[in-house]
């Protein structure tokens, strides 16, 4: 299978917390370059069905079919004008950060934040040789980049980022994007499992003063609540300045396509976390690893999509601020198959 690709970089010159003000940058263009990719033996082959419940769900199958289809389909949304500005992202210093690099087995693995990331984290620190296995890691020590020995794509120079782009094996994993933004909600607003206290008290309150309808009743204090994170969100100017406000914490909320540049960068996998637990062992194959590292265990029925959660959270919400919500992660829906939410829009 081949995939041909085109790419402009921008690299800005200020940090990342001043992305959305990017006014000095050098352009660096990438000449057209053709991706052989390069997939395990298929074996026999056997038809894959796409379930109609749920988003994305695929039952046994021939993976490698399965993938390929993925691929035409992500550059097939890729091609539609009419959606550009929602697939398209200039692949600068914000995407390279999210782009952690394996050198020794030339892996690259685009981050996607709720999406099961921490444990594909884990299988590339033993792949690099920090650890032996991925259960001896310290929970503590995947998130902290500086002692992970995860280097990231933008810690390199161009002439390193650019071969690493046109030759490593890349992929990156998606979920539905309304369940996902559920996930980083209860994360990072209700349960904060790694006690980040700047999500309670300095981005929560930033939104229930902008976006919260009612005041009468210390709003603050009772907490931000689902409905003021999706009118922020749906936002599609105002949110612009609390988002500078925040700096890198909103990579948990930020969409596929502005975190990997799907369009821009050619990956040779896009995984489902609605099917990691057939996709994750296609993965190790696909980059040649499975002999070297396993993905970790997967708790049954985590991974499955969840309606009824779904609604429980959109409960209450008006179809005006769904929409506008959905008009902004359209680009993600159609990008991944993932269906269009009609039980919510109407």
Same mark, same amino acid.
Request: charged share 25%; proline share 5%; hydrophobic share 35%.
């Given at each position: 299978?081949?995939?041909?690709?085109?790419?402009?970089?921008?690299?800005?010159?200020?940090?990342? &917390?001043?992305?959305?003000?990017?006014t000095?940058?050098?352009?660096?263009?990438?000449?057209?370059?053709?991706?052989?990719?390069?997939?395990?033996?298929? *074996?026999?082959s056997?038809?894959?069905? /796409?379930s109609?419940?749920?988003?994305?769900?695929?039952?046994?199958?021939?993976?490698?079919?399965?993938?390929?289809?993925?691929? +035409?389909?992500?550059?097939?949304?890729?091609?539609?004008?009419?959606?550009?500005?929602?697939?398209?992202?200039?692949?600068?210093?914000?995407?390279?950060?999210?782009?952690?690099?394996?050198? +020794?087995?030339?892996?690259?693995?685009?981050?996607?934040?709720?999406?099961?990331?921490?444990?594909?984290?884990?299988?590339?620190?033993? /792949? #690099?040789?920090?650890?032996?296995?991925?259960e001896?890691?310290?929970?503590?020590l995947?998130h902290?980049?500086?002692?992970?020995?995860?280097?990231?794509? &933008?810690s390199?120079?161009?002439?390193?980022?650019?071969?690493?782009?046109?030759?490593?094996?890349k992929?990156?994993?998606?979920?539905?994007?309304?369940?996902?933004l559920?996930?980083?909600?209860?994360?990072?607003?209700?349960? #904060?499992?790694?006690?980040?206290p700047?999500?309670?008290?300095?981005?929560?309150?930033?939104?229930?003063? +902008?976006?919260?309808? &009612?005041?009468?009743?210390?709003?603050?204090?009772?907490?931000?609540?689902?409905?003021?994170?999706?009118?922020?969100? *749906?936002?599609?100017?105002?949110?612009?300045?609390?988002?500078?406000?925040?700096g890198?914490?909103?990579?948990?909320?930020m969409?596929?396509?502005?975190?990997?540049?799907p369009?821009?960068?050619?990956?040779?996998?896009?995984?489902?976390?609605?099917?990691?637990e057939?996709?994750?062992?296609?993965?190790?194959?696909?980059?040649g690893?499975?002999?070297?590292? &396993?993905?970790?265990?997967?708790?049954?029925?985590?991974?499955?999509?969840?309606?009824?959660?779904?609604?429980?959270?959109?409960?209450?919400?008006?179809?005006?601020?769904?929409?506008?919500?959905?008009?902004?992660?359209q *680009?993600?829906?159609?990008?991944?198959?993932?269906?269009?939410?009609?039980?919510?829009? *109407?």
């Amino acid at each position: 299978m081949k995939s041909v690709v085109a790419t402009v970089f921008q690299f800005p010159l200020n940090t990342f &917390s001043d992305y959305a003000e990017r006014t000095e940058m050098f352009v660096w263009t990438l000449p057209s370059v053709t991706m052989n990719l390069q997939w395990p033996d298929k *074996g026999a082959s056997q038809p894959y069905i /796409l379930s109609s419940v749920g988003p994305s769900v695929v039952e046994p199958i021939d993976w490698q079919s399965v993938n390929e289809k993925r691929l +035409k389909l992500l550059a097939t949304v890729c091609r539609n004008s009419s959606l550009w500005n929602l697939t398209h992202t200039t692949v600068g210093k914000f995407v390279l950060d999210r782009i952690f690099v394996c050198d +020794k087995h030339k892996i690259l693995f685009c981050q996607t934040p709720k999406v099961g990331n921490t444990q594909w984290k884990k299988v590339l620190i033993v /792949l #690099n040789g920090k650890f032996s296995k991925v259960e001896a890691i310290p929970e503590n020590l995947v998130h902290d980049h500086e002692r992970n020995g995860l280097p990231r794509l &933008s810690s390199m120079t161009d002439t390193e980022i650019h071969q690493r782009l046109n030759s490593y094996f890349k992929f990156f994993i998606v979920r539905d994007p309304f369940e996902r933004l559920i996930s980083a909600f209860k994360d990072k607003f209700v349960k #904060n499992p790694r006690f980040e206290p700047w999500y309670k008290h300095d981005i929560a309150p930033a939104i229930i003063r +902008k976006y919260r309808k &009612s005041h009468h009743d210390d709003s603050e204090s009772v907490g931000l609540q689902f409905e003021d994170f999706v009118r922020y969100l *749906g936002d599609k100017s105002g949110r612009q300045h609390l988002d500078r406000q925040f700096g890198d914490h909103i990579i948990h909320w930020m969409t596929y396509a502005e975190l990997c540049a799907p369009c821009d960068i050619a990956y040779n996998v896009v995984g489902h976390h609605e099917t990691l637990e057939r996709d994750a062992p296609y993965i190790l194959k696909a980059a040649g690893i499975a002999d070297l590292v &396993s993905y970790p265990n997967i708790p049954p029925g985590i991974t499955r999509y969840n309606r009824t959660k779904v609604e429980r959270y959109f409960t209450g919400i008006s179809q005006r601020d769904v929409r506008r919500l959905y008009a902004r992660y359209q *680009g993600d829906f159609s990008l991944f198959d993932y269906q269009r939410p009609a039980f919510l829009l *109407g």
